[in-house]
């Protein structure tokens, strides 16, 4: 059984559960791991340029309102793998290739391979989407496997809480910053178990352009900022934008210190174990006098020192 994987997430799942032997081709945004043994068959016209958080919006807006496609299929390479199957989705096709895009690159193979839509839009649904994943692959009970340890990580977390009897916290995580995005989809969900809320957050739905002012009136205790397929030190580049904004200074988060930048493969593109790794890190920064950052997480994100921003 031969699989192509046009999502990130679902390329890191399939390493999770130790189904990476059935799959041959990639995107281009695929983990690390993937692109060093795999060959990317999608590609982006954005590759290579390095653009602002405002410049790649309006790109992609554009791009939409326009009918244009970003990205691309090498259809020669995906003729030679001849996979049984590809996984793609429909939940967002600003992010990632989407169906539509897929079918259309499938159309003239010799073999038409399966298309299977993973398109998660609560926590659960990302759960699901490993079980969906595996039995694809005739391998269940994998995913049961993988599933219960993810389950049992949430489960450790939550009792901490419950026995310290931690007040959740005000929170707001924003996905993107020129313009700013709320957190939508199962986000919101990682940020309850972790012990928040965000009350600015859609939960199990897009997230959306959300003002600056709305944003000060609600004056989150804890904000922490990790723009989609941004990484802490892309993030860093831009986060003078946010300090520029009126009433920064004012807002209780930046007030106590308690600003936090974090990389983005935890909470967008991400699999269901990065995104229990999302909620242990929250849980350590929403409330670090019950739970510790994990040891190996602690790398994926830094307190902002305001005094060595420029």
């Known amino acids: ?32 791991q993937a692109l060093r043994e795999k060959k990317p068959v999608v590609r982006c016209i954005l590759e290579g340029k390095n653009l602002s ?25 995906l003729e030679q ?11 967002c096709d600003v992010c990632q290739i989407d169906t539509a895009c897929t079918s259309a690159a499938v159309a003239n ?41 993810l389950h049992k990580r949430i489960g450790s977390v ?13 929170v707001m995580l924003m996905e993107w910053i020129q313009p700013i995005f709320n957190c939508g989809h199962w986000i919101p969900h990682q940020i309850a178990y972790a012990g928040g809320v965000d009350m600015l957050s859609n939960p199990s739905g897009d997230s959306v352009v959300t003002s600056w002012s709305k944003i000060t009136q609600y004056d989150p205790e ?21 300090m520029k904004r009126p009433g920064w200074d004012d807002i209780k988060a930046v007030k106590e210190g308690k600003v ?15 995104l ?19 040891e190996n997480l602690r790398g994926k994100c830094r307190q902002l020192n305001f005094q060595t921003v420029e």
């Open 276 to 294: 229990v790794n999302g909620i242990e890190v929250l849980a350590g920064i929403f409330h670090p006098e019950v739970l510790e950052i994990p």
């Open 158 to 170: 939550t009792d901490q809480l419950r026995t310290a009897k931690a007040l959740p916290k005000r």
């Open 109 to 149: 193979l010799k073999k038409q391979p399966e298309l299977i839509s993973i398109s998660p839009e609560s926590l659960e649904d990302v759960f699901e989407s490993a079980i969906t994943i595996a039995k694809a692959l005739d391998r269940e009970e994998v995913a049961y496997r993988y599933l219960e340890g």
């Open 222 to 242: 804890v904000l922490v900022i990790a723009p989609c397929g941004f990484g802490i030190d892309r993030t860093m580049e831009e986060i003078h934008l946010l």
């Open 53 to 77: 958080s405002q410049e790649i919006d309006s790109l992609f807006s554009a791009s939409k309102h326009q009918g244009k496609q970003l990205y691309y299929v090498d259809e020669t390479l």
């Open 81 to 91: 793998m001849a996979p049984d199957i590809i996984f793609t989705q429909d939940m």
């Open 260 to 274: 936090f930048i974090a990389d983005y493969d935890m909470f967008t593109q991400s699999s269901a174990n990065t």
């Open 1 to 32: 059984m031969k699989v192509c994987s046009f999502l990130p997430a679902v390329t890191q799942m399939l390493y999770d559960m130790g189904l990476d032997g059935h799959l041959t081709g990639i995107t281009f945004e695929c983990p690390e």
